[in-house]
Structures are given as C-alpha cells and as structure tokens.
C-alpha cells in the first residue's frame, strides 16, 4: 500500500504563487504520479501527471502555462502554481498509479490518494 501526503497549500491572493509538494512512502510500483482538484460541486479534475520513472510530464489544459510539475526526488514531487486565480481554488491531491499504459489523465486509473490540501486563491 503506498501512502501519499500532500503539503504547501493554503490561501493566496489572485495573481500570486503556491507551491505544493507530494512526499510518496514507497514508489518502486509506481508508473505514474499525478496530481488532481476538485471544488466544491464540481468532479475532480486533472491537473498533471508525471511518468515517474522517465520523468515525462503532462499538463492539463486548464493550468498549461501557470503550473509546473517536478519531480524532485524518487519519492517527492512538487507542483509549483504561478499566476493562481479564484477558478484555482479546490482541494488538491497527491495521486499514483502502478498502472501500465493507463490513461493518465483519468481518476479512476489512480487507486492511491493523499488526504488533499487546500487551495485558495482569494480576488
């Protein structure tokens, strides 16, 4: 079972930047990282995703440009916001999968989660 904790959110103004960042208990199994939203009333969202072990990362169409995501270390990701905006407030979570050839962009691909952390972006 790995064990995802997400860290680094909180409340920002819009324009402003927030980092967050995803330590993995073990990711020997993994094939891919990601990193998901969801706000309130609406299905959770795709943000990026990260290859793990080639470090290829992909982005949502809604953050191409303003989010950056790092993998840091074998066990450690960071997802770097730039230029947030009110639409960027949701809980963000940390996700993995060991899952070949999925679609990575796809909640349901993903069986490990963190417990999310909060993001707002205040006008």
């Known amino acids: 079972q790995v064990q995802l904790v997400e860290s680094g959110g909180g409340l920002v103004q819009a324009g402003g930047s927030l980092r967050l960042s995803c330590v993995a208990s073990d990711t020997f199994s993994l094939y891919y990282m990601g990193w998901f ?5 609406k ?3 795709f943000v ?3 290859r793990w072990s080639l470090g290829i990362i992909y982005y949502g169409d809604s953050v191409k440009g303003r989010f950056t995501i790092s993998k ?7 997802l770097q916001m730039n230029s947030l905006k009110p639409e960027d407030t949701a809980v963000y979570y940390c996700a993995g999968s060991p899952i070949w050839g999925i679609s990575f962009n796809t909640t349901t691909n ?7 952390t909060q993001v707002t972006v205040d006008t």
Do not use: I, K
Not at 37 to 41: F, L, V, Y
Not at 72 to 78: H, I, L
Not at 110 to 116: A, L
């Open 110 to 116: 993903y069986p490990y989660w963190g417990q999310g």
């Open 43 to 45: 299905e959770r969202e």
């Open 72 to 78: 840091v270390n074998e066990d450690t990701m960071y």
């Open 37 to 41: 939203r969801q706000a309130p009333g």
């Open 48 to 50: 990026g995703s990260v």
